[in-house]
């Protein structure tokens, strides 16, 4: 008997058009590699003894994470609202935002809000659910922030809001 599990929390339904379209492109992406992994597991299949086989046992937990991740964005994209808009109110944070920050030691950061399907840390992108995100929400150029971290409670000061793809 398996350990319960409560469902997770729902995810936010938004997403860039950038976001968006990378999903898509890694859909089409998957659908091109189950035919080559489908292709490999028959003729892994067709050598024999399947208990025995590491290529036939390989290729199926191969396949079965391809479907996995086929179901999820079959499910999640037709789901998603993708935000184009920038806000009139520019000065503000919102979805999609970029945001500078420096913190109580000087140090500056630059993160982007964006849904929870486009969570990049290494690009900075940080989800509207993050707690970061949404104590950044609504707030102006130098408004003070304060978040949750494990290590306690970080204070930070907005210093730049903008729109658009890129950092400027």
């Known amino acids: 008997m398996g350990r ?6 729902s995810k936010s339904p938004y997403i860039t058009q950038h976001g968006y379209d990378t999903l898509e492109s890694e859909l ?10 489908t292709e490999a597991l028959s003729a892994a299949a067709a050598e ?7 290529e036939y046992i390989y290729r199926k937990k191969e396949l079965r994470e391809i479907d996995r991740r086929i179901r999820y964005l079959q499910k999640r994209l037709p789901d998603l609202t993708i935000v184009n808009d ?17 913190d109580e030691e000087g140090n500056e ?15 900075n992108f ?21 978040v949750q971290t494990p290590n306690g409670e970080k204070r930070f000061f ?3 809001v903008h729109y658009g793809d890129t950092v400027e």
Do not use: C, H
């Open 109 to 123: 950061s630059i993160y982007r809000i964006v849904g929870p399907d486009e969570l990049d840390p290494e690009k």
């Open 4 to 9: 319960y599990r409560p469902p997770a929390a």
């Open 126 to 146: 940080i989800s509207m659910d993050s707690p970061m995100a949404r104590a950044l929400m609504k707030k102006s150029i130098d408004d003070e922030v304060t």
């Open 48 to 54: 024999g003894d399947r208990s025995e086989n590491a």
């Open 28 to 37: 089409r992406q998957l659908w091109e590699r189950r035919a080559i992994v």
């Open 86 to 102: 920038i806000p009139t109110e520019n000065q503000r944070v919102f979805f999609a935002a970029w945001v500078t920050l420096e």
């Open 158 to 160: 907005i210093l730049d």
